[in-house]
C-alpha cells in the first residue's frame, strides 16, 4: 500500500512538472494569438481584458497597408528551395561518406568547422560578394547564404542515418540487378526516409526563422516575414496587434508543418521499407 501511495506521488509530481513546463511553453504562444484577436484599445490595456469580442483587424492591417502576402511567399520560397537543395545535396554527400569513407575523417572535422564562427562575423563578406554578383535583393543570395551554413549539417546529420543501413541491404539489391544508383534511390533512400524528415524540417525551421542574413541581403521587396516583422517597429511606437498578428503568421507555418511531419516520421519508422 505504501509502495503504491508512492508510486502515485511520484507520478503526480511528474506530471505537475510537465504540465507547468507545457504551459511555460504555450502561454506566450497563446497571448500572442489573443493579442492578434483584439483591438488598438484592448490591446494596450492594463490590467488586461481577458474577456472581449474577436476581431480580424489586425490580420486586415498586415495585409491591406502592409504587403504581407508577398513576404510570406518570399519566407516560404528561399525556406523551401534552400531546404530542398540541402537534402538533395546531403544525402548525396553522406552517403560517399558512410559508404566509400570519402574523407573520412578529415571532411568531418571540417564540416563541423563551419558551425564555429559566428555569423555575424560573415555577414560583410557576404555582402560585399553578392553585390559582386549582382546577386543582393535577390532571393538566391539568400538561398546561396543558407546552404552554406546548413548543407555541412545536413550531411553530419545524415551520416549515421547512412551508416545504420546494412551494407547487406544494398548488396542484395545489386545481386537482383539493380545499380548503384537504383540501390541509393529505391532501397537506400525510404530506409533513411525518417531521417531526411527530419533534417528537412530542420532545415526549413532554421531558414524560416532566419533574421540577420534576411535583414543584409534583402530590399524592400524581397525581405522574409521575420524582417518584414521587426519593421513593425518604428519611431512611432510598436504597433502591438500588428506585431501579435504577423508574428502568428510565423508561427502557424512552422506548427503545422511539424505537425504533418510527425505523423509521417512516425508512419515510416513504423512500417519502414523493408519486408
Not at 51 to 61: A, G, K, Q, V
Request: hydrophobic residues 55%.
Amino acid at each position: 500500500m505504501l509502495i503504491s501511495l508512492r508510486k502515485n506521488i511520484g507520478l503526480y509530481i511528474t506530471h505537475a512538472i510537465l504540465i507547468l513546463a507545457t504551459l511555460f511553453v504555450l502561454l506566450p504562444i497563446l497571448w500572442v494569438a489573443r493579442t492578434s484577436l483584439a483591438n488598438r484599445l484592448i490591446a494596450y490595456k492594463i490590467p488586461p481584458v481577458w474577456i472581449f469580442t474577436p476581431t480580424l483587424e489586425n490580420y486586415r492591417t498586415i495585409f491591406q497597408q502592409y504587403p504581407f502576402q508577398r513576404y510570406f511567399l518570399n519566407s516560404l520560397v528561399v525556406a523551401s528551395v534552400a531546404s530542398l537543395i540541402a537534402l538533395i545535396l546531403g544525402s548525396l554527400a553522406a552517403y560517399s561518406i558512410a559508404r566509400f569513407r570519402t574523407g573520412d575523417p578529415v571532411l568531418r572535422l571540417s564540416m563541423l568547422s563551419t558551425q564555429m564562427l559566428p555569423a555575424i562575423t560573415l555577414v560583410i563578406p557576404i555582402f560585399l560578394l553578392a553585390r559582386l554578383a549582382h546577386l543582393w535583393d535577390s532571393p538566391f543570395a539568400l538561398i546561396l547564404a543558407y546552404l552554406s551554413f546548413n548543407l555541412p549539417y545536413t550531411i553530419w546529420i545524415l551520416i549515421g542515418f547512412f551508416q545504420s543501413i546494412p551494407v547487406e541491404l544494398e548488396e542484395a539489391a545489386m545481386i537482383d540487378g539493380c545499380s548503384r544508383t537504383q540501390t541509393l534511390w529505391r532501397v537506400v533512400i525510404p530506409v533513411v526516409l525518417p531521417g531526411l524528415l527530419a533534417a528537412g524540417v530542420f532545415n526549413f525551421i532554421l531558414n524560416w526563422n532566419e533574421f540577420l542574413f534576411a535583414l543584409i541581403l534583402t530590399g524592400r521587396d524581397t525581405r522574409t516575414l521575420p524582417v518584414a516583422v521587426a519593421a513593425l517597429w518604428t519611431q512611432q511606437g510598436v504597433q502591438i496587434g500588428a506585431v501579435s498578428a504577423s508574428t502568428v503568421l510565423v508561427v502557424l507555418p512552422v506548427i503545422l508543418l511539424t505537425w504533418i511531419i510527425q505523423k509521417s516520421l512516425v508512419r515510416n519508422l513504423t512500417f519502414g521499407s523493408i519486408k
